[in-house]
């Protein structure tokens, strides 16, 4: 397969700037047309492998979900944790009013 060399237009550049809220000047725009086109033509490249019979990969690490279940392990120590509150109202802790 042949490699195609990609044009990217101006009025893409315009768009894909607008898009970023990038201002590029014209040196700019001709450098991001440039840089887009090379982008294209290795995609294009990539295309050419023979990926047949190659499963899809997830994650290049063959792991599974390393995620534990979530188990209550403690028990409502409310009287505990407020024994050794200076204050205390409503079963919560009191403190000092911060805001007039």
């Known amino acids: 397969m ?11 550049i315009e768009y894909v700037g607008i898009l970023a809220k990038l201002e590029l000047s014209g040196e700019e725009k001709e450098q991001a047309k ?5 982008m294209l ?11 047949e019979g190659v499963e899809p990969l997830t994650h290049v690490f063959d792991t599974v979900n390393v995620f534990r279940e979530d188990v209550v392990t403690g028990t409502d120590e409310r ?15 009191k403190v000092p009013r911060t805001v007039e």
Request: charge should be negative; glycine fraction near 8%; proline fraction near 2%.
């Open 79 to 93: 009287e505990e944790l407020l024994a050794n509150a200076p204050g205390v109202k409503d079963g919560m802790f």
């Open 2 to 12: 042949a490699q195609i060399a990609h044009q990217i237009s101006d009025e893409t």
């Open 34 to 38: 440039a840089d887009m086109g090379r």
């Open 41 to 51: 033509d290795y995609i294009d490249k990539l295309n050419e492998l023979d990926t």
